[in-house]
């Protein structure tokens, strides 16, 4: 199984690496990191670096697609190359999937006009800018196209696509494998738990850094 992986300047690693630690487990799993140039890119927050091994313009097809998130996804969503891109691989693919921020720019191509769709929290509104349905869910199945919200959500839409492209004992096996067995030391992982100061905070800190991206 063909699985890509869109890499950018400013993304979010664990939205592709949380994944990418998952899928990667498929059997007979190809994977492509793929950029727009072959080469480095540095993640948000500066000081590490995911190497694409691969150009868009020489990667046609997959099975399944992955746009991670991260501040670099505002400049994707108004790249004309990338957005074409996007929709010729979408073509081709058996799932055509996002995590965070991702999904903003799968909406700027025009693949979630009328679907349901998630984000990070703090950029959930703007799910209704690219023509999607914006659902407070974690993962968001609406069949070719799933969406994740937030950063480690990605892990949880990987073991749900585990289940469904394969069984659900290969996705509980890499579960354990991967020790995928969250007990944060806080419970305010959600807008719904977190005091109401702390998520202005964050929302206050995510959009001034959006700007800044």
Known sequence: MKLVFLLFESITALDAIGPYEVLSRLPGADV????EEVGPVSTDNGFLRLVA???IDDVDSADLLLIPG?????????????LEWVR?????TQYTTSVCTGSLVLGAAGLL???????????????????AIPTKERVVDEGRIVTAA?????????????????????????QLGI????QPPYDTGSVDKAPAALVEAVRSRVVEDARDA
């Open 88 to 92: 010729a691989i979408d073509a081709t």
């Open 179 to 182: 020790e995928y067995d969250p």
């Open 113 to 131: 006009e009328g679907k349901r769709a998630t984000t990070h929290w703090a950029m959930h509104e703007r799910l209704a800018d690219v023509g």
């Open 53 to 55: 091994d691969h150009r």
């Open 32 to 35: 492509k990191f793929v950029g």
């Open 150 to 174: 937030g950063v480690s959500a990605g892990i949880d839409m990987a073991l749900a696509l585990v289940a469904k492209i394969a069984a659900p004992e290969l996705a509980q096996a890499i």
């Open 70 to 82: 991260g501040w670099g996804t505002r400049r994707l969503t108004t790249d004309a190359r990338v």
